[in-house]
Each structure stands twice: as structure tokens, then as C-alpha cells.
């Protein structure tokens, strides 16, 4: 059984940047793709980003691309999703997940986190 603990969200002005973290225990995280989705109010849950296993692979929604950037630190268990340039449509709450096969993290599925709270004020 994994576990997900995001952190790193807050209030921001339109422009600015946040950086979040989702700190896994159980599993060997090393062998896991990981993800992050985004949930906007009265929206369904959404695809952001992901990186697989070596970090020699990553994905972007186009909504994201060139402003997200997501990394992972195997040393301290941590997936990490930089966003600069924020506009306020990525005002959501911002989830992980991981599994041990990157389709099924592209897919939304895996282990989940209870998310952290983005918003982004114009």
C-alpha cells in the first residue's frame, strides 16, 4: 500500500509561481511512475503531468505545457510539480498518484492523495 501526502498550495497572484510536493511512503517509490491531476470546482478531475520511473519520460496537458514543469527525487521519496506563470483557471485542487505502470498513472488510476489547494487570483 502507497500513501500520498501533497503539500504546497496556497493562494497567488495571476503570474506567479508555487511549487508542490507529494511525499509517498510504502511501496518502493524508485519503481513507480508518478502524476498529478487537478479537480476545478464543479469540474471533473484532469490530467496535468506525469514522469515515469527513471524520470526519462514526462507528459504534459497542453493547457500546462511550458509553464509546469514535474521532477521526482527518489533520495527523499518526492514527486514535485513547479507551475509558474499561474493564470487563474489553474486555480484547482492539485492531486498525485502514482502506480508501478505509467499507463495506469495516465489513465487516473493508482494510489491517490487527498490533494492540496491552488488558487490563483487574477
Known amino acids: 500500500q502507497v500513501q500520498l501526502v501533497e503539500s504546497g498550495g496556497g493562494l497567488v497572484q495571476a503570474g506567479g509561481s508555487l511549487r508542490l510536493s507529494c511525499v509517498a511512503s510504502?511501496?518502493?517509490?524508485?519503481?513507480?511512475?508518478l502524476g498529478w491531476f487537478r479537480q476545478a470546482p464543479g469540474k471533473e478531475r484532469e490530467f496535468v503531468a506525469s514522469?515515469?520511473?527513471?524520470?526519462?519520460?514526462?507528459w504534459y496537458a497542453n493547457s500546462v505545457k511550458g509553464r509546469f514543469t514535474i521532477s521526482r527525487d527518489n533520495a527523499k521519496n518526492t514527486v514535485y510539480l513547479q507551475m509558474n506563470s499561474l493564470k487563474p483557471e489553474d486555480t484547482a485542487v492539485y492531486f498525485c498518484n502514482a502506480d508501478s505502470r505509467i499507463g495506469t498513472v495516465l489513465a487516473g488510476g493508482g494510489y491517490w492523495g487527498k490533494g492540496t489547494l491552488v488558487t490563483v487570483s487574477s
Open positions: 510504502g511501496g518502493t517509490f524508485s519503481t513507480y511512475a
Open positions: 514522469i515515469n520511473w527513471s524520470a526519462g519520460n514526462k
